[in-house]
Each structure stands twice: as C-alpha cells, then as structure tokens.
C-alpha cells in the first residue's frame, strides 16, 4: 500500500472520528440537560416532601387544639345547664322576694353571655374543622394520606 493511500485511510478515519465525537458530544450534552431536570425535579420533591412535614405538624397541632376546644365546649355546656337549673331554682325559691326580678335578670344575663360564649366557640370549631379538612385535602393531593391520631 502506498503512502498516498494510507494517506486517504488517515483521513478518511479521522472523518469517522470527528464525526463520532460530535455525535458523542451531542449525546453528552443530551445527557447532562436531562441529569440537570432530574436533579432540579428531585430538589422540588424534596421541597414539597418538606412543606408536606411541616402541613402534618400544622394538622397535628390544629386537631389537638380542636379537641381541646371541643373539651373546653362541653365543660361550657354544662356550666350553662346548672346555671339554667340554679337559675329555675331560684325562680321557684325566691318567687315572693323583693329582690327576685333583679336576681332573674342578673341570672338570665350571665345565662345570654355563656350562650354567646358558646356560639363563639362553635363558630372556632367550625372554622379549626374547616382548616383541618382543608389541610387534609391539600395532603391527599400530594398523595399523602392521613389517618386518625
């Protein structure tokens, strides 16, 4: 084989080689934009994995403040039941006293006060119930799901 023609097999492989460079570069850089997605995907899902944590804590302590509310209700209702049952008592037991229209009036002041009082703490239960159920829709959203504490 001749120099000249060993020549044009050196160039000739030299084409294939650049042209399979190019072809390998064109698949690197192809490859690095989609390890740059993945990477940028997986530091969104660690995100929401992190706000989802904090959501759960949020809806952990709004149930627990629920119950403490719902408990603190029920005491409400019944303080207002015996002041209904004092207040009947005190009507049948003092109904030819002087002072029994001033001590009704007093007794059915304190007996409207207790009722607004637990109309407003149903209406924060009723709000806390709303905020828990929309906390818990959020998660199930994100594909979490929530099971009773």
Not at 31 to 52: G, K, M, S, V
């Amino acid at each position: 084989m001749s120099t000249y023609d060993q020549l044009r097999d050196a160039e000739n492989q030299i084409v294939v080689l650049e042209a399979e460079i190019e072809s390998l570069t064109r698949r690197l850089s192809r490859a690095e934009a989609d390890a740059y997605n993945i990477d940028n995907r997986y530091q969104a899902l660690l995100d929401d994995h992190a706000q989802c944590r904090n959501l759960r804590n949020q809806l952990h302590d709004k149930v627990g403040d629920l119950n403490r509310l719902t408990r603190k209700l029920e005491d409400e209702r019944l303080r207002n039941d015996r002041l209904k049952d004092e207040n009947r008592a005190l009507r049948l037991a003092s109904a030819g006293a002087e002072n029994y229209r001033q001590r009704l009036d007093d007794k059915i002041r304190e007996v409207l006060a207790m009722e607004r009082a637990i109309k407003q703490r149903d209406d924060l239960i009723s709000d806390r119930d709303q905020t828990i159920s929309n906390m818990r829709g959020y998660l199930s959203q994100l594909g979490y799901t929530y099971r009773e504490i």
